[in-house]
């Protein structure tokens, strides 16, 4: 049997988008002299729904979609995902893998093990399978999974997350090959984790295994694809692009051998800093594409924050279609001014410089009777950040421009940001990096087009510039001992008496953790961050705001 892997960019409720290409997909594969067409979890309706579900309408178009796709399933079959009812007592719906087969529906398999940690949340919507059965095709058996029920096969975090595991159900002696539809979000951890999974499941069952991973950015969540092929001895056959739609035809032998008919000629090993960038480029540009949005504003500061953002965006929307804003104080360098206007002219954008000081000064003065006889403190810095944030947003709103924050993770998690000033944005594209992690992509990205990022700005001490000669160390320890401290707290979740960093004593790790506790408000109110970690800030980690935990 010939069957072909699909792996297309779904667009979240946009059915008709997404059954467009869906068929065009069928027809495609049929083309090329496939047996069956294999398409992502909950394909025809994009993941992840969310709230989408509860509504009846949506529920009902899904249903027609499918029956719209199955009538394309002549002389081919086709394995979709999308929601569907439960007739029985529980969560009204299943997350159902379709087997379209001779213009009908021919069979469906539910999804066993729904997740509820990080980013997913399934129980709320979906009532697990609890029987499983093969799907039986042209003489070929077949273990049919969707995403998570093949991973309860390795412990995480030292243990099992459910009682069982369905393939220890499903696979039988006679069984020819499993096969996982998948929304498997990009972290730049989960590449690797994957395959070491998968090479687990096809030794010990004896199966080869097609897995088809969903694609594209949907809002914070990016899916990288990187679909494959592994054969029984944990090998990959052939393996798809990542963050790029392809499509492969492979040929299954009775005697569970597999062979690639066709290979993909985007996939490659790459390093996990080119997947970051990858993924936070695609996310971009989903972003943007997806809300029929075109272009962008940031405000660029002359250091490697606002400049690795607008490096990023140029790659994903066009230098053309991204617009920068310098907005110096009286505490501005002509250095950063450089730096920015350098920077600007290297990529190739729009950017123009606009002062903030009649606007802080008049803040100032309708000011002075109420703070009369008060020292400047971080109030005066806060106003001059919310300045800058006033005209990038009234940019945004006159031109149409979408506003990009410049965040980096380690910022955000110590609160070395101003609320409604630069945490302002409709999108956080670095806000899931570290300090350490965007000198790192920096440096990759000159490495691609050299001098994109101008080296002074690579090399000079970070500042806000919001005081005189003030630089981040002056309220932060240095960013390499800071971000350990940090990923063994946010990453690894170890508790302050358990965090060991050289350079860092315990006063200063306690510190730290009391910073990232405290600034839980600030994170709540900050833009959807694009996640590349396994613990990004936004919806895979839910902290209370009243609390008290050190």
């Known amino acids: 049997m010939k069957i072909a892997l699909a792996q297309f960019n779904y667009h979240i409720g946009n059915l008709p988008s997404n059954v467009a290409k869906i068929k065009n997909g069928i027809l495609r594969a049929k083309s090329e002299g496939a047996d069956l067409v294999v398409f992502s979890e909950l394909s025809v309706c994009g993941y992840p729904p969310k709230d989408l579900l509860m509504h009846e309408g949506f529920i009902k178009a899904c249903e027609d979609a499918v029956k ?111 096969i996982n539809i998948a929304a498997s979000p990009f972290s730049f951890t989960q590449v690797a984790e994957r395959k070491k999974l998968f090479k687990t499941i096809t030794t010990k069952y004896k199966q080869p295994l097609f897995y088809v991973n969903a694609l594209g950015a949907n809002t914070d969540i990016v899916f990288d694809g990187g679909s494959f092929v592994m054969d029984i001895q944990g090998g990959i056959v052939n393996e798809l692009s990542y963050f790029k739609e392809d499509l492969a035809i492979h040929e299954l032998l009775p005697d569970r051998s597999v062979k690639a008919i066709t290979h993909s000629d985007g996939a490659r090993p790459k390093e996990s800093i080119e997947l970051i960038h990858d993924a ?33 965006a140029a790659v994903a929307l ?60 971080i109030t005066e810095e806060n106003i001059q950040s919310r300045m800058r944030s006033l005209l990038l947003m009234a940019m945004s709103n006159k031109m149409g421009h979408l506003l990009l924050n410049t965040s980096n993770k380690s910022e955000l998690a110590t609160g070395y ?9 409709a999108l956080g594209v670095i806000g899931d990096l570290y300090k350490t992690q965007v000198y790192e992509l920096s440096n990759y990205i000159n490495k691609i087009k050299p001098n994109t990022i101008p080296s002074n700005i690579i090399t000079r001490p970070p500042s806000a510039e919001l005081k005189p000669d003030q630089k981040d160390t002056d309220s932060l320890p240095e960013y390499d001992i800071l971000d350990k401290i940090l990923y063994q707290y946010i990453e690894l979740e170890r508790s302050a008496d358990d965090i060991k960093v050289d350079g860092a004593s315990k006063e200063l790790v306690k510190k730290i953790v009391d910073m990232v506790n ?22 895979g980690r839910k902290m209370p705001i009243v609390a008290k935990y050190l």
């Open 417 to 425: 940001g101003t609320l409604y000033g630069d945490m302002s944005g």
């Open 68 to 178: 719209e796709i199955a009538h394309e399933c002549k002389n081919i079959a086709a394995i979709v995902g999308a929601p569907s009812r439960n007739p029985h007592n529980g969560k009204p719906l299943h997350n159902t893998a379709f087997f379209l087969a001779d213009g009908k529906i021919h069979s469906s398999v539910n999804k066993t093990l729904l997740p509820f940690y990080d980013v997913f949340d399934e129980y709320r919507y979906f009532e697990p399978a609890t029987e499983v059965e093969l799907i039986q095709y042209k003489g070929f058996k077949i273990a049919l999974t969707v995403c998570e029920d093949l991973w309860n096969e390795l412990p995480r975090n030292g243990h099992f997350y459910y009682k069982n595991s369905p393939l220890e159900t499903l696979v039988t002696p006679d069984t020819n090959c499993i």
């Open 280 to 312: 936070l480029v695609l996310g971009i540009r989903d972003y943007f594409q997806k809300n029929s949005l075109k272009t962008a504003v940031l405000g660029l500061s002359g250091g490697i924050d606002s400049a690795l953002v607008l490096a990023l």
């Open 518 to 539: 405290r600034n839980e408000y600030k994170r709540l109110q900050a833009p959807p961050i694009l996640r590349v970690s396994n613990k990004a800030f936004g919806v």
């Open 318 to 377: 066009g230098g053309e279609n991204v617009r920068a804003l310098v907005l110096p104080s009286r505490y501005t360098s002509e250095e950063s001014l450089r730096d920015a206007a350098e920077v600007a002219k290297n990529i190739g954008c729009k950017h123009e410089v606009i002062s903030i000081e009649p606007g802080i000064t008049a803040a100032y003065e309708s000011l002075s009777k109420s703070f009369a006889g008060k020292k400047a403190d």
